[in-house]
């Protein structure tokens, strides 16, 4: 969540090309890294002072920065039980960018033949068999991440969850 705020993009082309172009590798080895070297006050000092930081992602623009945060808060904040609520207009931001074609096939993430359902607000996407859930734990599985089991509800839950 930080990488924006400490890496120009000519940076992050070089991590990217030595992780052979893949993203998830190159920000698992920044991640990685950055454990290493800094403490848990200092990233979290990082974040707030950046907090009104202009970044957005190249191609994303500001909704591409918010799901950025978004998701990224969930991606610490599920695994660890906490119960956190995204708000509504926030999340439906989100959800309304992660389910363009293009950041579809950006995470890969196979849903053919299956229908969203979010169980907290009137939001759905795709078609086919129905899979519910909270709007936010939707959000994760657009972004290609395994749930906790007994988050999602529906015959295709099987294959999102496992974390």
Excluded: Y
Excluded at 16 to 30: E, P, Q, T, V
Excluded at 42 to 71: C, Q, R, S, Y
Excluded at 127 to 139: F, I
């Amino acid at each position: 969540m930080t990488m924006p705020f400490r890496q120009s993009i000519p940076q992050v082309a070089v991590q990217l090309l030595k992780a052979g172009g893949s993203f998830n590798k190159m920000a698992d080895r920044c991640a990685q890294r950055d454990a290493k070297s800094l403490s848990s006050s200092e990233l979290a000092a990082m974040l707030g002072d950046n907090a009104n930081h202009p970044w957005k992602p190249p191609g994303g623009g500001f909704e591409g920065a918010l799901t950025h945060d978004v998701i990224h808060g969930l991606d610490f904040t599920v695994p660890l039980g906490i119960d956190r609520q995204v708000p509504e207009d926030r999340l439906r931001i989100a959800l309304r960018g992660l389910t363009k074609s293009k950041r579809l096939k950006f995470f890969g993430v196979a849903l053919q033949g299956i229908e969203l359902h979010a169980s907290d607000i009137n939001w759905t996407f795709g078609s086919g068999t129905p899979m519910s859930g909270t709007a936010q734990d939707l959000a994760l599985v657009l972004c290609g991440r395994k749930l906790p089991t007994g988050r999602l509800e529906g015959e295709p839950s099987q294959q999102f969850t496992g974390a």
